[in-house]
């Protein structure tokens, strides 16, 4: 028998209920925003990802799903940013004059150690905004997050910022940590030892206990912000506090991939198994775009993982009552001909309907119907085909009713 592949997972039609539903409430709170779908393919050359996210992180060193075609190298997505800038600059979605506002719904693809809320295929809903620098936008962006949450609904989680500042302040950023951690060296866990040399700043969210006891007494605050990145942090801080958004700062949250600088934010709760705690994540990545080869223009997004936001839910995220079927049972092999129209007749007006096609007996076939909590159980014999009628049995109360053929679907609707 084959298995599905360690880290993937089958959603099944009875699980679906609760995808369709966060798919259906992000694409309304998306769209009140004024965001557009963007479907970005699942591959890309894997250079994407090098040049983007950087080769120092954990992402392109060790958990891409690599694709090898003679001379070509292809990743599957690990991440939605990196398309999207790609496509932004290929589609020169830049010269349209309009800021880019996107949203993207879809797999994602990690080779990681698969766990309670850690899978290799796994699946983000978030949102990319191209083309402003303006700090009200960072608080728009967070608006957003925040209000997916609530209409999900999930909650006690709690938005934690922090500001990496321009490349000139990650650099002193960067410097002032290796000088922080100078003397711990010998104490980091064996991944934060390389860390040190190769991307110093995933050292503040290694989830050791050791490590996490060395950087919490660090103390980072924000000594390395600019003035005027700490006046678009500020200016940010501020915006939130006006629409009532709560979130705490974090001198210790830094996001590990390249591309991000200034605002910086996570989503955390407590209800996501002992390894991790990000329901999402994002920031402003002001240099991917012309770094990817676009314009020099500002950017910000963020990702949830939806599998998260279902274990996050404290009851089922499904709608209240899904539409009824009417059940048909056909008793013969004329009627069962017969019935094929019929049930062709209802569903084209908009009603759902469905049959036996199992062969069950006439009991069986009731049971089903009362299974599937169907309100109207047709039936159809050579008595009615004769007649042209059909007989209605009304679920709720037992009563039976013959009607004609022709007014069926009136009957129905009403
Ligand atoms: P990241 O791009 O790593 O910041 O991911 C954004 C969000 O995606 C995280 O906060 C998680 O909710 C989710 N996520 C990331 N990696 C995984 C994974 N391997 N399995 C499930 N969800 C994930």
Known sequence: MFKRVPGTRDILPDQIKQWQKIEQVSRRVFSLYNYLEIRPPLIEESSLYQRSLGDATEIVQKQMFLIQKGEDSYALRPEGTASIVRAYIENNLDKTGNLFKSYYMGPMFRMERPQKGRYRQF???????????????????????DQLLCSYPVKGYSIVINSLGCADDKKRLTAQLREKLQNSLSDLC????????????????????????????LEMRDGHLCDPCRGHFETVKAGLASLNVKFEVSSNLVRGLDYYTGTVFEIKHDNLGPQQDALGAGGRYDNLVSELGGPQTGAIGFA?????????????????EPEKLVYLISLGDTAKKQGVIVLNTLRNAGIP???????????????????????????????????NTIVVKNMGNGEQKEISMTDLVKYLSA
């Open 353 to 387: 309907a469905d049959t036996d096609y199992e062969g069950k007996s006439l009991k069986g076939a009731m049971r089903k119907a009362n299974d599937l909590k169907a309100p109207f159980t047709l039936i159809l014999g050579d008595n009615e085909l004769q007649k």
């Open 304 to 320: 949830f993982g939806v599998e998260r936001l279902i274990l996050a839910s404290e009851s089922p995220l499904t709608d209240a």
């Open 123 to 145: 699946h983000h809903i978030g949102c990319e905004v191209i083309g402003s620098r303006s700090p009200e936008l960072d608080v728009e962006i967070i608006a957003l997050a």
């Open 190 to 217: 064996d991944d934060c030892k390389v860390r040190f040399e190769q991307n110093v700043l995933r050292i503040l969210d290694c989830k050791n206990e050791k490590c996490k006891e060395i950087v919490q007494k």
